[in-house]
Every structure is written in structure tokens, then in C-alpha cells.
């Protein structure tokens, strides 16, 4: 693959999730970092990029650009032993992957980005992201409770994308210790992608 810019910021799951998939599978790539609580993704330069004023954003060498987060994991992983060669096992990974965008996402890292970055009150959050991440994780217990990883006994997409906001869920207010087979599988993934581990120390690119 020819070299890359990866547009992102390094306090978003979704951003992260790019970067650590670049470098994992040792991608030649720039790292251009976008600062959306300064308005970053929302300048003309940007937004000729993508007018959606979005990150994290692709833009390949022929100025040909990609977004949303998980269409750029599978673009970067083509080929590579994070998609699965099985039709079935591929597919499985993808149902994940929208799971993560539909059912873990809208709770776990909007919870966190509220009490985070905008210095609400959880008493004063909505309810139902408590719930709502609450059951994410719990349906995640469940598959982990007798696997290692998410799809096919190996290293995925799907575990990538769904560790970026997990590893760091007790921002939000969830207590990984609940669900243990879950925060087992976040030490495994953290250690295949060699990062530290969030309880320890900040969300870490």
C-alpha cells in the first residue's frame, strides 16, 4: 500500500483505532493530528477534505480520501491477517463492526465524552447510556465467556474496534470488573497491540 495521511485525534476511540491499525500492521503513514474541541474539523482546508467535518479521515497519495472509521480499518487490513480468509468468519466480523457503530459506541463513548470532556454530572446524563452501555458490555461478556477473541480464536477488526472505547469505559462510569471475560479480553488485545493498559495510565496513541 502506498504511503498515507491519517487525519485523527488521539482522545477519540474511533481515530485511535486507525492509528493503532496502521502501525500494527506497519503501514507507511503521517499522522496529522486534528484538535475537534478547537474547531480543527471544522475549517475550510478541512472540510475540503471531507465535508462531513469528521474524523478520523483517510487521504491516500492520489488525494483520494476515505472516512468513517471502520471502512478505513478494512481498507488498511485488506489482504492482512486482521480479516478473517473465511467468507463466514469475514462476515461475522463485519456484524461487529456495525455493532460497534450501533449498539456499544452511542453509549460507552458518549457517556465518557460527557463526563470527560464536557464536565457533566452523571446524575444529570441520560439515563439510558448507562443502561444502554451496560448491556453492550454485557452482550460482549457472553461471546467472550468461552473465546479469546471476538471471531475465529484471533486477533481481528472487530476486536480493534471494539477495545478502542472499551479499554477506556471506566471514563464513563462502567466498571469493566463486572464483566470480567471482558477486561481479560481487553489485556490480551492491549498486549497483541502493544499498548498500555488504560486502567494504568491515559488514553494512549
Given at each position: 500500500?502506498?504511503?498515507?495521511?491519517?487525519?485523527?485525534?488521539?482522545?477519540?476511540?474511533?481515530?485511535?483505532?486507525?492509528?493503532?491499525t496502521a502501525r500494527?500492521?506497519?503501514?507507511?503513514?503521517?499522522?496529522?493530528?486534528?484538535?475537534?474541541?478547537?474547531?480543527?474539523?471544522?475549517?475550510d482546508e478541512f472540510l475540503a477534505l471531507?465535508?462531513?467535518?469528521?474524523?478520523?479521515?483517510?487521504?491516500?497519495s492520489d488525494g483520494r480520501t476515505l472516512a468513517q472509521s471502520n471502512a478505513i480499518l478494512i481498507y488498511m487490513a485488506e489482504g492482512s491477517d486482521l480479516i478473517p480468509q473465511d467468507?463466514?468468519?469475514?462476515?461475522?466480523?463485519?456484524?461487529?463492526?456495525?455493532?460497534?457503530?450501533?449498539?456499544?459506541e452511542p453509549y460507552i463513548a458518549v457517556r465518557r465524552s460527557q463526563l470527560r470532556f464536557?464536565?457533566?454530572?452523571?446524575?444529570?446524563?441520560?439515563?439510558?447510556?448507562?443502561?444502554?452501555?451496560r448491556r453492550a458490555l454485557g452482550v460482549m461478556e457472553m461471546r467472550l465467556l468461552a473465546?479469546?477473541?471476538?471471531?475465529?480464536?484471533?486477533?481481528t477488526l472487530a476486536d480493534i474496534a471494539l477495545v478502542a472505547y472499551t479499554r477506556v469505559a471506566h471514563e464513563g462510569g462502567f466498571d469493566l470488573a463486572d464483566f470480567p471475560a471482558v477486561q481479560?479480553?481487553?489485556?490480551?488485545?492491549?498486549?497483541?497491540?502493544?499498548?498500555?493498559?488504560?486502567g494504568d495510565t491515559a488514553m494512549a496513541g
Open positions: 500500500m502506498d504511503a498515507f495521511r491519517l487525519y485523527g485525534h488521539k482522545e477519540s476511540g474511533n481515530c485511535l483505532k486507525t492509528l493503532w500494527h500492521l506497519g503501514l507507511d503513514f503521517e499522522w496529522i493530528e486534528i484538535d475537534i474541541f478547537k474547531g480543527a474539523s471544522r475549517t471531507n465535508p462531513a467535518g469528521q474524523v478520523p479521515l483517510l487521504e491516500r467468507p463466514f468468519d469475514r462476515a461475522k466480523m463485519m456484524e461487529w463492526l456495525f455493532w460497534e457503530q450501533y449498539s456499544h464536557h464536565a457533566r454530572r452523571a446524575s444529570d446524563l441520560d439515563p439510558g447510556l448507562l443502561s444502554g452501555g473465546r479469546e477473541y471476538f471471531v475465529a480464536e484471533q486477533l481479560g479480553w481487553v489485556r490480551r488485545v492491549e498486549s497483541a497491540l502493544s499498548l498500555p493498559h488504560a
